[in-house]
């Protein structure tokens, strides 16, 4: 294990953050930070120590997570950001599109937009991670290319932390995570940093250059997938039904309800849910809006089923926020 990541993990650890042995809430409280998934754990898992610190910048975040016991992590798909996760106890198998990718200490995994992501993370698995926005990545990468047009690099998964270019990041990492808790109020700029770590990626990791992040999927992604996704985007969607929203698209639902499946493992009215519930988390989040307000803005005339609903994703009641770091 490299001592810049080691170094790292330990000041991220005393960064105020999240504790919880509840399944429920741990995905309550990434939902929102990340985005909406399913946590599955094992039936011989023992209870959960999720933990989970961050320091948060333009167009970045650095985070330390932890879950305890073996368990999945259903994502679904990375739309709006690139992960560098790297363990340092335990390690990680994912199903990324149409493959198979792992990690273990000593290896790190770079995780771009457009693929199905399900991680199995193996028992006593700690990661740090880094989490990069997608158009300031493909921003980056524009200038980095000269091409007149915004595309989306989709790296090489597997990284090795004893290539140079590993090293290289693990070293950048833990610069950043210095540099931002020792500054104590007067945080040097992590840009440059930053940056960094995007430059020794475009020039030392393999990477293809695509239109849409759609375009590393499993196969071409009809449109329509494409473009349901893109419809919830707009909060004023959230009102719709799955029906609607389908014939908006011109396709009937169950073609809508094929290629979700297919290519996102969801079904369009598990994604609505979990768009509607995302936007209510965060409404409820910043305050000012009463529940039923909330509930009519995501597209729920009834608070009480808005309520059993968020309950049944977030794992808590919608009273109940903003949860306690």
């Known amino acids: 294990m490299l001592p810049d990541l080691i170094d790292a993990s330990r000041r991220l650890s005393g960064v105020p953050g999240?504790?919880?042995?509840?399944?429920?809430?741990?995905?309550?409280?990434l939902s929102t930070r990340y985005r909406p998934h399913r946590?599955?754990?094992?039936?011989?898992?023992?209870?959960?120590?999720f933990r989970h610190h961050a320091i948060h910048c333009e167009g970045a975040s650095l985070n330390l997570?932890?879950?305890?016991?073996?368990?999945?992590?259903?994502?679904?798909?990375?739309?709006?950001?690139?992960?560098?996760?790297f363990p340092l106890s335990g390690g990680v198998d994912i199903r990324y599109g149409d493959r198979q990718v792992s990690s273990r200490i000593g290896t790190g995994l770079i995780l771009s937009p457009g693929a199905y992501v399900r991680s199995t993370w193996r028992d006593d698995t700690t990661q740090i991670m880094l989490r990069l926005e997608r158009s300031f990545v493909e921003h980056a990468w524009q200038r980095h290319t000269g091409e007149a047009t915004r595309r989306t690099p989709v790296f090489d998964a597997e990284l090795d932390l004893g290539s140079a270019a590993g090293r290289r990041i693990a070293r950048l990492i833990g610069l950043m995570v210095a540099e931002q808790i020792e500054a104590d109020g007067a945080a040097l700029s992590p840009m440059p940093l930053v940056h960094a770590v995007l430059d020794t990626l475009f020039r030392h990791v393999p990477a293809v250059s695509v239109a849409t992040v759609e375009a590393a999927g499993a196969g071409p992604v009809p449109v329509h997938v494409r473009n349901f996704r893109r419809l919830l985007d707009d909060p004023k969607m959230l009102l719709e039904t799955v029906a609607q929203l389908a014939a908006r698209l011109d396709v009937s639902p169950r073609t809508l309800t094929t290629g979700m499946r297919r290519f996102t493992g969801f079904s369009p009215h598990d994604y609505l849910t979990m768009r509607r519930m995302e936007h209510a988390r965060k409404l409820l989040d910043a305050g000012g809006m009463s529940i039923a307000a909330v509930a009519q803005t995501v597209g729920y005339a009834h608070a009480g089923r808005f309520a059993a609903a968020f309950r049944a994703h977030c794992g808590v009641n919608p009273s109940r926020l903003p949860l306690d770091a």
């Open 65 to 85: 997570l932890r879950y305890g016991p073996e368990l999945v992590v259903d994502a679904g798909s990375f739309d709006t950001f690139y992960m560098l996760e």
């Open 18 to 29: 999240l504790s919880s042995g509840s399944a429920p809430e741990a995905v309550a409280a």
């Open 39 to 49: 946590l599955l754990l094992s039936g011989q898992a023992n209870g959960l120590d």
